[in-house]
């Protein structure tokens, strides 16, 4: 049997100590933001922070008080395919800017890590939430900086967490190789991991109503005042109902259901946005621990394994969904001496009866999804999930086996751009032209690429590839050496069949989504601001910029003069540009004097 700490590469002992400090903060709150503990007889370091029961430390003014997370703190937490920014839950992220902003945590940080302490990031309740933004923000530090070792003296393990974030959340940090870093224990019945999964409107009242019931320090915490609270009760009835839309609504999109009534219903019932990320692991109550690292079962558990069987058992579990929140110490004391661990790794072997042969070799992992309570429709959920993720990998083998021909294709252009070097006509001018069979036959290898790479961008904005593709090297510098390739081909058949005058300049209404995509893919790799690899749309600038007063837009040729300098000198823009019948040449010999005298371009072409 694997332990828990080989399969998350976490020692047990650090998880049973990152818990007691989270439940240590927790009880402290809000006295101190977070506490700062150095393990003895090892090189860890915890900071765990304090949760809070303030209604406006957990929503803001939205349904589901999310908002766009701020890409300065956070520039990775967006979707390089559709650009679409990650959203956030707006009240935690305002109180971990608040912290950052003004306590010393970030000395704290920078100095243990410089001395390669090994920071553990934990949290119980809304503490655990306000752990993953610090532990983000410390990957995000460690991104920017050349030593990439110090990415493997950090987690983050939270205790009963709220969730944070939307799907982009998950996306982003499987691309980045990240999630790995997170660490969720989740008890059965636990109902704080659940509960935004529902809007603002229908729980604000009975979160005040019930909120002395997860206050270590209060007096009603206990189980037989839970019981008697038909707040609490309303309260776990609410959380529940709205985490079977969102939980129905995402299994009929794994299964591939297409019925119109489900999209109709998704525009006009607003579901909660967020959505887990990183290795759940679940506490049955019969100390053992299902480890779970894909999202999109993690959100199935959460609502099929807190289900009632019987009414009778309305009163035990509603008590327990409040006193379960506060066990964790206990519970991860328990857990950890049993060793009784199953990882969910084959979703699709799932058994979807619970009655299975004991000496099955899937027996053991039947008696975990018992003890969760997960009846065959919940299995067949995770079942689902397991297919989807396996879809997945299944299309990017099929991309894979494009990349012969895109090479190919590549090859064979490239070979049409030294041709059209030897005759002295760059292969811009060349396309834009189309006076020979060669640009005919480059123009057949520009429409073959065009349809693969059309095809893989789909694919991503539709989130049909596995979230670690959007990281991947070869694929980045692939779609680099086709776009700088390609793409001023693509502005020379734009603007020779005069598109500009119908639909308007080809960057702003004319560029196609493969080099939008595979620019920002590039520029989010190199870690650089949007628009620094724009050097592929060198030819749409100067075809905007000819036809125009030299007045009118004087600033902006001095910028595009200066960035092709340094694209030339990098290699990025061929010395085609400057020949005699180049479009750039004989513009160029057109502006002012005064302007051709200072420029540096004076002394690549000949008055």
Known sequence: MVKIGEGIEVREELIKKACNIAMEAHNLSPEKPYIYKKINGSTDVVIAFAGTLSFDSWYS?????????????????????????????????????????????????????????????AGHSSGGA???????????????????????????????SPLVGNKIWSHALRRENW??????????????????????????????????????????????????????LNFFMTVMRNASSVASYAA???????????????????????????????????????????????????F????????????VVVARSLNDHLLYTNEMQ?????????????????????????????????????????????????RAAGEWEKQKKKNEEKIEQNKRSITDALSKIQEYQTRCDIRKVGYYDAFKIQNTEDDFKANVKRLELAGIWDEIIEMLKRYELPDSFEGRRDWIELGTQFRRQVEPLDIANYYRHLKNEDTGPYLIRGRPKRYRFTQRWLEHFDKVHAGARSESCFWAEVEELRNKPFAQVQDKILSLETDANGWIQSSLLGNDVFFPEST??????????????????SEKITP
């Not at 912290?99 to 553990?120: F, T």
């Not at 750039?584 to 002012?592: E, F, N, Q, S």
């Open 304 to 315: 099929y394994s807190s289900q009632l069987s019987s009414e009778a058992e309305a009163a």
């Open 179 to 232: 999630a790995r870093y997170f660490i969720h224990f989740v008890m059965k019945y636990d109902i704080v991991p659940r509960m935004m999964l529902a809007p603002l409107s229908s729980i604000q009242e009975l979160l005040q109503a019930i909120s002395p019931f997860i206050n270590p320090k209060s007096q009603y915490s206990q189980r037989d005042a839970v019981a008697r609270s038909r707040n609490a």
């Open 334 to 382: 328990d857990s950890l001496e049993m060793q009784d661990v199953i990882h969910l790794n084959n979703l699709t072997d799932i058994p979807l009866s619970s009655n299975v042969d004991p000496s099955d070799e899937v027996a053991s992992m039947n008696s975990a999804l018992k003890d969760l309570g997960l009846s065959t429709r919940a299995r067949l959920c995770l």
């Open 61 to 121: 003014n939205t349904s589901f008080g999310e908002t766009e997370i701020n890409t300065t703190l956070f520039p990775s937490l967006r979707s390089v395919g559709t650009d679409e920014v990650a959203k956030v839950n707006e009240a935690f992220a305002r109180r971990f800017q608040d912290i950052l902003d003004k306590s010393s945590l970030k000395n704290e940080v920078e100095k243990a890590m410089s001395k390669g302490r090994q920071v553990v990031f």
């Open 130 to 160: 306000i752990a993953i933004l610090a532990a983000l923000w410390c990957l995000e530090c460690c991104r920017t900086r050349p030593e990439g070792d110090m990415l493997v003296h950090l987690y983050c393990m939270t205790f009963g």
């Open 584 to 601: 750039y040449t004989k513009w160029w010999k057109t502006l002012p004097p005064q302007h051709k005298q200072t420029s540096w371009v």
């Open 252 to 302: 009929c999109n794994l299964k591939g259901c297409t019925n119109l009534l489900l999209e109709t219903v998704s525009n006009i019932v607003q579901l909660s946005p967020y959505i887990p990320f990183g290795t759940y692991i679940f506490c049955t109550g019969n100390r053992k621990l299902v480890v779970v690292e894909n999202p999109d079962a993690v959100l199935q558990l959460l």
